[in-house]
């Protein structure tokens, strides 16, 4: 160790050189802080725009569609007017809307097709709306007397390649930033095991509309939310048949060619 500055930490003073090379290089290290942290923040991946209101709740009177999955589509005085007015519903918590609007039929019969109000907080970004049943089933404020009878405008099915990820709604479009890839992969697996739909989110390549959205089901129109888990949150191609209901697109797959 002869020759060689050693420093040991009970000691008073520091060894010079050690004591040089640290009043050399203290100040130009602290200065350069503030540069590192801004690089660090400029070179992130900046958050979508979408909302989520939380602590807010909104009344949505609307025709109520219990399937393929629970939708309000709201009329246009009821919500903001930059909103998409078919709204998707999801539950409180890591949990979707079936079970929820299924108690409050139990209660109030069958809702389907009918006009009701509900409240709940409001999740919207890109185009589309989701709501929140907050409250669960004391969500239910009023059931109309009006009935629609356009039960079940399913658009016929046209052949689709995607490519994209598989994403939980309710996250994605506001309750959690970021709300895809692997860091949000276990609680988007956590939402849709719990019934949040599953939903194909396409890149398609266009900066106008740079994604597209699709809900999930096999060939048969049956929930995939158990059998589409190994594939959350990764990158991947499918092959499917593309429908609309109002206003949200599906895709319909053969989980046994995933």
Known sequence: MKGKDFFIGWQENVPEGISYFYRRFKWPFFLSLPLLFFLLVWLQKPFNDHQFEFGSLTEVTGIYYEQPVPI????????????????????????????????IAAQHGSLNGKKITLAG?????????????????????????????????????????????????????GVMKPGTGKTHKSCA???????????????????????????????????????ILPYVAERMNLQGNASEFMGWDIVYIDMEKL
């Open 72 to 103: 309000l589509v709201a009329d246009l005085t009821s919500i903001p007017a930059d909103l998409s007015p078919e709204i998707l519903l999801v539950g409180y918590g890591k949990f979707g809307a079936e079970g929820i609007m299924q108690g």
């Open 121 to 173: 907080t409001l999740i919207y970004g890109d185009g589309k709306t989701l709501m929140e049943l907050t409250e669960e089933e004391d969500a239910l404020r009023e059931v109309g007397g009006e009935q629609s009878n356009n039960l079940a405008r399913l658009d016929g099915r046209s052949p689709v390649s995607l490519s994209g990820e598989v994403i939980d709604p309710k996250c994605y479009f």
């Open 189 to 227: 697996i956590r939402c849709i095991s719990g019934g949040i739909p599953p939903m194909f989110r396409h890149e398609t390549g266009n900066e106008e509309q740079k994604y597209r959205y699709y809900l999930m089901f096999d060939k048969g129109n049956n929930k995939i939310n158990k059998e």
